[in-house]
């Protein structure tokens, strides 16, 4: 049997049996907390990405020398 078959009625059972152990406060602060984990994990990848970019951009900068630069191959 797969969550698929759960159905409306069984996922009302379900957050009114979790309502009624944790209770309201501490679902939402738990709610608050996982939305700060995702925000601060979003966070994370956007600077990730920006400091590859950033690297990326390092390496491919013109290393030639100057003197080489105004040459023209044939």
Known sequence: MGFGNIGL???????????????RGKIASLMGEVG???????KGI?????????????TAKDITPDSEKDKVWA
């Open 9 to 23: 009625p069984g996922i009302l059972l379900i957050t009114v049996v979790v309502l009624v152990l944790f209770g």
């Open 36 to 42: 700060k984990g995702i925000t601060s994990f979003r």
């Open 46 to 58: 956007h600077e990730g990405a920006k400091e590859l970019d950033e690297d990326a951009a390092e």
